[in-house]
């Protein structure tokens, strides 16, 4: 039995088809959530978070482009601003200083996940980061999971404008080695759209 | 990915090169970004290294530990579905993306719709709320304004109900007050005859040939009595005066005395004004008796007196 397309999901969720997006949802919602959970920390915001994302999906199907790569990168990416702007607008309200990002153990259950290729992909790069001077690892996650930027790591870390680019630099260069060297045939998952 | 040259390694010297990689990750500042941009727009090898870096934030995407949502989550989300404002498809336009995700976009925050959306659901709640508080308040009202009319329906009755027995209390009352006037009419129809029949009484005892007293037994008694005896008939008649009323249970008992024995002479009553009247019949002549006495007994008499005596009187002088 052939599994309906993210793209056939989205042509119904066109046309106001409230289980095409529930499909959607159950196909990816994990993913959404466990990547709005490990940016916000919160079980309560990444619920929120996830439920906007598909909102928007529901709201807004033909934003998607399935020529410019796949449903479920294009939630995570819409996934990741939302959380991080919730982040911002958190850390109004709780005055949070810049911290370093360990990944908490959140105790919840783990997930079966869709898109195994890409996720496979994603969990080895999680593995290869571990590999990573902490310095270089801990400015990378805050990068990526906060949202920072140069400037803002360079003052709220205490830490030279130059020697944050440096170790940033270093340590996405150091990752794309490790990824190569994993990986010396392939190419990463996300370069072949399933839709 | 595929690229032979060690990655960063072109561009050693140089910043915008230099960003590249964290450009990619959304770490460069405002000024920096545009740099880049335009760098990897004039030149292809800084186009294929920064694509190839995007490729590899588009993996760590995937790499957060895998979680599985709340159960309720999915159960919240078609709640919201049924709440959210509909848009036709048509309306939306294909979204212009970049190959792969953007760096953080902060300015293109998609949670401006949010609050929309909340307010609306909020609202579309409130009224509902609202309605369905109304709805329970009239049902509430209505079944209260049932209960009042049951009662009014009710209290209606009972007064219709009340007025029938005061009417029918009026006509008792009416027809009382015609029998009270006819009684007192008939009470002074009585009078007048009692005091006919206590002359004609007086007289004929008057005609007797011997008349006896009975005088009072009791100490400060007013009570008296006279027995007139016809002899031709062996009748005697006793007209008592000034007697105590009795109790409706109670009658007055002439007795006749002989060596001491009572005999049982008869039984009367006495009016509200103390007056009696007994005409008897003894086995004997009254000559043939010692004396007379009159006590109160149980009604329908004693077989020998119980009570002191009222009046007593002797048949033989001396």
Known sequence: ???????????????????????????????????????????????????????????????????????????????????????????????TDIDLMTEAESGAEPAVMSDLGAWADGQ????????????????????FYRGYTHSELSEGLGVPLGTVKTRLRAGMQKLRVLWEQANPESTPSLTHPNA | MNDARS????????????????????????????????????????????????RLVEIMHYSAPPVAAPP????????????????????????????????????????????AVAASAAVILLLFGLNLWQMGRIATLSAENATLQAQLTDRDALIAQRSAQLTALDQQIAAQAESLDAAQAQAVDLGALLAERTQVLAATIARAGETYDMTPAQPESAAFATVGWFDAGG???????????????????????????????????????????????????????????????????????TAPPVVTGSLHEG
């Not at chain 1, 080895?124 to 805050?142: V, W």
């Open chain 1, 124 to 143: 080895l790069l999680r593995e290869l980061m571990r590999q990573l001077p902490t310095e270089q690892r801990e400015l990378i996650e805050l990068a």
């Open chain 1, 1 to 95: 039995m052939t599994e309906i397309t993210d793209a056939e999901l989205l042509h119904q969720v066109g046309q106001r088809n409230q289980q095409a997006l529930i499909a959607l949802y159950q196909r990816y919602g994990n993913l959404v959530y466990s990547l709005a959970l490990r940016t916000l920390r919160q079980p309560v915001l990444a619920e929120e978070v996830t439920q906007d994302v598909f909102l928007k999906l529901w709201q807004q199907p033909g934003r998607w482009n399935p020529a410019l790569g796949q449903l479920s990168s294009w939630l995570l990416a819409i996934t990741r601003n939302a959380a991080i702007d919730r982040l911002r607008r958190e850390a109004r309200h709780t005055a």
């Open chain 2, 235 to 305: 009748v005697g008649i006793l007209q008592a005066s000034d007697f105590p009323p009795l109790a409706p249970d109670m009658t007055y008992q002439l007795w006749l005395i002989k060596d001491g024995q009572r005999t049982s002479g008869g039984l009367f009553t006495v009016s509200d004004t103390g007056s009696g009247t007994l005409i008897f019949s003894p086995p004997d002549t009254l000559d043939a008796f010692d004396g007379m006495g009159i006590t109160p007994e149980p009604a329908g008499g004693s077989s020998a007196p």
């Open chain 2, 7 to 54: 990655p960063g390694a072109q561009f050693p010297d140089d910043n915008q090169e230099n960003d590249i990689a964290t450009h990619a990750l959304g770490a460069t500042d405002a000024g920096e970004r545009s740099a880049v941009e335009a760098l990897a727009a004039a030149d292809p090898a800084a186009a294929a290294e920064l694509a190839a870096y995007r």
């Open chain 2, 72 to 115: 309720a989550l999915e159960a919240t989300l078609r709640a919201a579905l049924e709440g959210a404002p509909p848009v036709a498809a048509a309306v939306v336009a294909p979204l212009p993306r970049p190959p792969a995700p953007q760096p953080v976009p902060r300015g293109r925050s998609w949670n401006w719709l949010w609050p």
